[in-house]
């Protein structure tokens, strides 16, 4: 159930979706010496070679240490790792995000998606901004900070849903799920995720992030290209019988 690109709904603001102090290293670093080791470690983890093994354990360290801070018009948002308190609200985020949407999930799909995705680092992360505002009536009540936005790396097959088409290449991190709360968009919380997805994936030694957006989504595809990302591929009409609505498959290099 990976979703992918940004979700638009007809007559609304589209919703978009499909961060740090480390402890070992500085934001979106990876000595060269760690990322091969990382990259391979990635994909065998049942390598047996003590060098890869030091690598993985601690980039994935730095990973799970992530968080990068940005102000925004609301206050300050801060981009995380999710812990298992946040898995609620995040799917209440990612329901609300893709409401109305072709790809619109239900609660349960959602809660089943994102506990799936609780420690898997190093194979995939799943990112969550909460916004300290500097209104407190964007508060949740009893709460310090709402978590208003979500996204998904995958940086293994294990954290991958099969692609029915436009599988993305191998070595490159899968960026899918990016939500953001419907109350709070266009205030660059999107461009946002995309920088700390940028800055993780550099952690996991890969050089590239791929992702998916709907060919029906004129603002996804925008706010992917002004960020950077390069169309690869897209799907001719025959994907819609496999069940798929026309995609394009994009790309960054970093």
Do not use: W
């Not at 760690?34 to 390598?47: C, G, I, N, P, T």
């Not at 609301?74 to 609620?88: K, T």
């Amino acid at each position: 159930m990976l979703r992918s690109g940004i979700a638009s709904t007809s007559g609304r603001t589209p919703s978009i979706r499909d961060g740090i102090h480390p402890t070992c290293l500085r934001p979106g670093h990876v000595p060269r010496r760690y990322a091969a080791d990382l990259r391979k470690q990635v994909f065998a983890l049942d390598s047996s070679s003590s060098a890869s093994g030091t690598a993985a354990a601690t980039v994935a360290e730095s990973m799970h240490g992530f968080m990068q801070e940005v102000t925004v018009p609301s206050g300050r948002l801060i981009i995380r790792p999710m812990a298992r308190e946040d898995v609620q609200a995040a799917c209440v985020v990612m329901t609300r995000a893709f409401a109305g949407t072709p790809e619109e999930i239900s609660m349960a799909d959602a809660l089943t998606y994102v506990q799936g995705l609780t420690d898997q680092i190093p194979k995939g992360i799943f990112l969550v901004g909460r916004l300290v505002p500097s209104d407190p009536s964007l508060l949740p009540p009893k709460g310090d900070s709402r978590l208003t936005a979500t996204l998904a790396l995958s940086f293994h097959p294990d954290t991958m849903q099969p692609c029915p088409t436009l599988p993305p290449p191998p070595d490159t991190a899968y960026l899918s799920n990016m939500a953001v709360d419907v109350k709070l968009r266009r205030q660059g919380i999107a461009r946002a995720l995309l920088a700390a997805a940028e800055s993780v994936t550099r952690m996991a030694g890969m050089s590239a992030i791929t992702l998916h957006v709907r060919q029906a989504d004129p603002a996804g595809q925008a706010l992917y290209s002004s960020s950077g990302y390069v169309e690869l591929a897209r799907d001719g009409a025959m994907s819609q019988l496999k069940g798929v609505r026309p995609r394009i498959l994009m790309r960054k290099d970093l």
